[in-house]
């Protein structure tokens, strides 16, 4: 009949066809789909994206060093002293192999503009960190002491140079340092340089993040 919409046996097998290449395209585009996300995955690019957080981290710690070092407040941190060897205020116990007391987070934070940033932007993110202060002669001393940090902790430094005429910071004490190292209190020690430089001591200021 003329007009008629039957359809023969050529008809239903370019259907057919079709129907395979569309079902065969689909299946390609699912493996290009599940083998992107396979290279999101793998631990190599797992590793550079943690190699870039980590360089971001430490790059912001060693920034609140530089930030808290202007005018001078990391340098008042270093030097302020409680005449017993230890820093004023502070209210933890020592860190191990230490005498003298820590600062608790919130109390390092409440003094010294370094510690405020670091617990704002470390604290209260889950971070742990210690502040330690390493002279270039004399023990270390700990500010912070949060525990014994992992191999995988971050770390950012910044030297601090304190010089004889430089006083003591702590409330009710104004010696200059220079008067300070003919005392048994001090708590970071003279550098005993036999020069006539008015460099006390150099300090390197070190906050490891974990």
Known sequence: MIGSSTRGPDSDRGQAYTLEGFIGAMVVLMAVLFALQSVVLTPTTGGLADRTVQVQIQQEAQDALIVSSRGGNLSE??????????????????????????????????????GDILEQR???NGWSYNV????????????????????????ASYTVTLYDNQT?????????????????????????????TPIYNVVEVRVILW
Do not use: C, M
Request: glycine residues 10%.
């Open 77 to 114: 941190t270093v030097r302020n002293w409680d005449g017993e060897g230890g820093f004023a205020n502070a209210d933890g116990p020592p860190a191990p192999g230490e005498d003298n007391q820590t600062y608790s987070v919130t109390t390092f934070g409440n003094e010294s503009e370094l």
């Open 168 to 196: 003591i910071t702590s409330d009710g004490d104004s010696r200059t340092l220079e008067a300070a190292a003919d005392s048994d209190d001090e708590t970071i020690p003279h550098r005993g340089s036999s020069d006539e």
């Open 132 to 155: 330690q202060l390493h002279p270039e002669t004399g023990d270390r001393k700990t500010l912070v002491y949060q525990g014994s940090p992992p191999s995988s902790a971050l770390t």
């Open 122 to 124: 470390f604290a209260s």
